[in-house]
């Protein structure tokens, strides 16, 4: 079983910056896929940016260029320039090539002035 744990959320203006950590129980970095996805007020949850066990990244396209994920004893998501619409709740998930994904209880972020 692998527990994740999100932190770095918080209430932050349009145009500001965030950066979420998702600690893991284990080193599991290096044999998971590692994602962030989030879920707005009355939306469903959507993907946002994935990085490989490998190392490599993908990201949804409403936040190329704005957000980073990374990973080194955390994986983490660096986001700049952050617009109300990014509000949500951001959470963690892992995910291994037999098809074993975990989630962590999310942390919340808001984008308002």
């Known amino acids: 079983q692998v527990q994740l744990e999100e932190s770095g959320g918080g209430l932050v203006q349009p145009g500001g910056t965030l950066r979420l950590a998702c600690s893991a129980s284990g080193s599991i970095f290096n044999f998971y896929d590692m994602s962030w996805y989030r879920q707005a007020p009355g939306k469903q949850r959507e993907w946002v940016a994935t990085?490989?066990?490998?190392g490599s990244t993908d990201y949804a396209e409403f936040v190329k260029g704005r957000f980073t994920i990374s990973k080194a004893n955390a994986v983490y998501l660096q986001m700049n320039d952050l617009k109300p619409e990014d509000t949500a709740v951001y959470y963690c998930?892992?995910?291994?090539?037999?098809?074993?994904?975990?989630w962590g209880q999310g942390t919340r972020v808001t984008v308002s002035s």
């Open positions: 990085i490989a066990s490998g």
């Open positions: 998930n892992a995910k291994n090539l037999a098809g074993f994904s975990f």
